[in-house]
Structures are given as structure tokens and as C-alpha cells.
């Protein structure tokens, strides 16, 4: 498998319009605009920073992943996206190391991305997307 880059950090917030002012006003990130993903039911936002973006997630449906995510442990760092080269390959090799999966096939994404999570519980606590661009 090879990793290109820290992709993304994904950031679950209670509305990207409230949340947004941080990235902006206060760190003087560009905002990229929105993205629905009804399959994730998650609305994303996009700040580029150098080669890597921050993603703020807010939640289209009470019982979407980001909902959970925020009424279990309220508003933070969700996951952090590492670009792989070959999705399909990173999943075949890491369910080959004994890797606890949550996607062992890619799905769509925000911009068009294929991706595919890891589970927490074999990565230490941490949501760990990869994606492919």
C-alpha cells in the first residue's frame, strides 16, 4: 500500500455555518464550499491547507454516523484521511494483516472520492479513512 498524503482531517460539527467562522475569521483559511452526500448523510466543507484540507462534517439525518458521532462525543475531531494510491489494493492488503475493516470495498465520497474506513478498534480509537482521488 502506498500513502501519498495526510488527505484530510475530518471535523464533526453541529452546523458547518457556525463552524466555519473559525477556519475563516480566525485562521484565514479559504473556504472551498459545501458538498451533500446523501449516501453519508453528511454535509461536508473544505479548507485547503497546503496540500492537505480540513473537512467539517455536519449531519443531514438524526441517525447518520455524524449524529452519533456528536451525541456520544460531542463536537471534534472525527477521522483523519490518508490518500492512498490504490484503494482497492490498501483494503486487500490491510484485511490481509488482520485489519478490522468497517468498508472492505470502497464507497463514494465527497468530490467524488472513492473511500473506505478503517475500524477504531484496530487503530487505537482512531477513524482512519483512506481515500483515492
Partial sequence: MKILKVDHIGIAVNSIEDGKSLWMDALGLAFEGTETVEEQKVTTAFFPV???????????APDGPVAKFLEKKGAGVHHVAFRVENIEEALAELKEKGI???????????GGAKIAFLHPKATNGVLVELCER
Fill in 50 to 60: 497546503g496540500e492537505s484540507e480540513v473537512e467539517l462534517l455536519e449531519s443531514t
Fill in 100 to 110: 478490522r475493516l468497517i468498508d472492505e470495498k470502497p464507497r463514494k465520497g465527497a
